[in-house]
């Protein structure tokens, strides 16, 4: 295994590990760091995002003179202009909104549309809840001395308020999120707890999964080298091809691919998806549709069976 040392040459480091083999000896445990994905590794986002989103449409419905379906499209078209489907305050921009409330402040509208706010908020309270054994496992490394590092391509302010939201924060040394302008947000006053400046790591755009120089750098930035970390994400073709291409231990969400279908074909409705993004996730797949990644868990809990040297075998062919 090359270590990897510094920033400068570390793509040139990687080593053109054998992406569509796991490998067959046991995952070294415990590992010095771990570094997760958040939605749908750690909480099912789908369910949680899309039941608040809709709840919160149904009420809109009844406050502005609009058809349901064309809110709808008015909120893709949003999202599609910040290329973010959780762009914050969204409904502030939805030509209905601008229309029905003409000449009223930010806080005037948020104001009258406070019920879909609130109905919003109250889905989230229900929903965005960590799957089983989540907050033991995270407890398990940290007694275990292994340090937690989360990755996530949300936005830096909304992934940081989920882990408050969840009481988790505490558990991780750093979040890495992805960095895109949000304008001014409409409330005065913090909406989350200050983070420490050194806690969130914005990530630039070229830095995105599946490219491994970013977890390259999380293990440079650790002083860990990427054989003593594991990896653990939902997507295969962003963030296991992504984890054995930077030389960590790929250890596959499965269990967070298993969200509701029909919540994800309302999610598709109203997402910032163009035509490109479909076409480049189309490529991705193709790219990586062989990858397998080194261990494949069914829960966040079989991570505390890993650290205790269970074999959980070579199950990356039920794929
Ligand atoms: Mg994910």
Redesign the pocket.
């Known amino acids: 295994m090359v270590l990897h040392r510094g920033r400068r040459g570390i793509l040139e480091s990687v080593q053109p590990i054998n992406l569509i083999a796991s490998r067959e000896h046991l995952v070294p445990s415990p590992p010095r760091l771990i570094v997760t994905?958040?939605?749908?590794?750690l909480y099912d986002?789908v369910e949680y995002f899309v039941t608040a989103f809709y709840a919160m449409v149904d009420e809109l419905a009844l406050l502005i003179p609009i058809e349901r379906d064309a809110l709808l499209d008015e909120f893709r078209e949003v999202h599609r202009h910040h290329h973010n489907s959780e762009h914050p305050f969204a409904v502030l921009e939805l030509p209905s909104v601008k229309k029905h409330f003409d000449g009223s402040s930010p806080t005037e509208v948020l104001q009258a549309l406070g019920a879909a706010l609130v109905a919003f908020n109250r889905a989230r309270r229900q929903t965005l809840v960590l799957y089983p054994g989540v907050r033991e496992t995270l407890t398990d490394l940290r007694t275990s001395g292994v340090t937690i590092v989360g990755h996530?391509?949300a936005l830096g302010v909304q992934a940081y308020a989920r882990l408050e939201m969840l009481d988790v924060r505490q558990y991780f040394q750093h979040l890495y999120a992805l960095d895109l302008p949000i304008g001014p947000h409409p409330r005065s006053g913090p909406i989350i707890g200050d983070p420490s400046p050194d806690f969130i790591h914005l990530i630039p755009p070229a830095e995105r999964k599946p490219n491994p120089a970013l977890l390259l750098d999380i293990c440079r930035q650790q002083g860990v080298d990427p054989s003593e970390t594991w990896y653990v994400?939902?997507?295969l073709t962003?963030?296991m091809s992504m984890a054995k291409r930077a030389g960590t231990w790929a250890i596959w969400?499965r269990y967070?691919t298993r969200y509701d279908k029909n919540k994800w074909g309302r999610l598709v409705r109203v997402t910032h998806w163009t035509d490109e993004d479909v076409q480049r996730e189309a490529e991705l797949k193709r790219q990586f549709a062989d990858v397998k990644p080194d261990v494949s868990i069914d829960s966040f809990a079989d991570i505390s069976r890993l650290l205790r040297g269970a074999d959980l075998g070579d199950n990356s062919k039920d794929l």
């Open positions: 994905d958040l939605d749908n590794t986002w996530t391509e994400g939902d997507s962003r963030d969400a967070g």
